[in-house]
């Protein structure tokens, strides 16, 4: 496989919901893990473990919890419906029900996991400080992961609505309790390509020194 240039990952990788049921050699699952251990942690305690679900049951129950949850969101108006949106989001919103509908044919789902606490503000009465710092300390590895992944081509999207059964979840795989699951990255050969990615300008989103001050 001809290798990109790290801009040309960061410009060409995107939300990767639509995935082959081909399997990813063991190999290149460690690449990517490899990848997402050299991001930096908070005070370097590197507190991040990354279980890697192959098991059809596991598989499975990840899907059946992960598609209830998406359709009482939508139920909920959490989700928008897609009579709502314009084309191109309703193309983004078809491929969240596909993935949630077939998150078990993707050959890995892959927790990243973190601890619940950071013993370095643990006397600082900081609550959000914990969370932001435990987040800041495993996002970064993710990131990596996604760019690994865009790499060696294999396509990953980044997932949260685990959150509503984590419970559940680490009693299914004996995640310990320590353990919070920071994010649900289901990993499979992309159907579709790879970018370029649509964003809002920079331009739009500098502030320069003051909020709302713009250059010149």
């Known amino acids: 496989m001809t290798e990109i240039g790290l801009l040309e990952a960061i410009y060409s990788t995107r939300s990767m919901r639509r995935l082959k049921p081909d ?3 063991d190999e290149t699952l460690k690449k990517i893990i490899d990848a997402g251990v050299h991001a930096p942690s908070g ?3 590197q507190n991040w473990a990354f279980v890697l679900v192959q098991e059809p049951e596991d598989k499975r129950f990840i899907r ?3 598609l209830e949850t ?3 969101l939508a139920q909920l108006g959490s989700i928008p419906a897609m009579d709502d949106l314009p084309p191109y989001q309703q193309r983004m919103f078809a ?6 509908e077939h998150m078990h044919e993707a050959p890995v789902i892959l927790l990243a996991c973190t601890g619940t606490d950071f013993p370095t503000y643990a006397q600082a009465d900081n609550p959000r400080s914990i969370t932001a710092t435990l987040h800041a300390s495993i996002y970064p590895a993710i990131q990596n992961i996604l760019l690994a992944c865009r790499a060696l081509g294999i396509g990953a999207t980044l997932t949260t609505v685990h959150y509503f059964f984590e419970d559940e979840l680490k009693q299914r795989l004996d995640i310990p309790q320590d353990k919070e699951i920071a994010g649900l990255i289901p990993l ?3 159907e579709g390509r790879f970018g370029p990615t649509s964003r809002a300008s920079v331009e739009e989103v500098i502030h320069w020194g003051k909020w709302g001050k713009k250059q010149g």
Do not use: R
């Not at 491929?95 to 949630?100: C, D, P, R, T």
């Open 43 to 45: 005070s370097n305690f």
């Open 23 to 25: 399997s990813i050699p």
């Open 70 to 72: 998406y359709q009482k």
């Open 188 to 190: 499979g050969f992309p």
């Open 64 to 66: 059946d919890h992960y």
């Open 95 to 100: 491929a969240a029900v596909h993935l949630a």
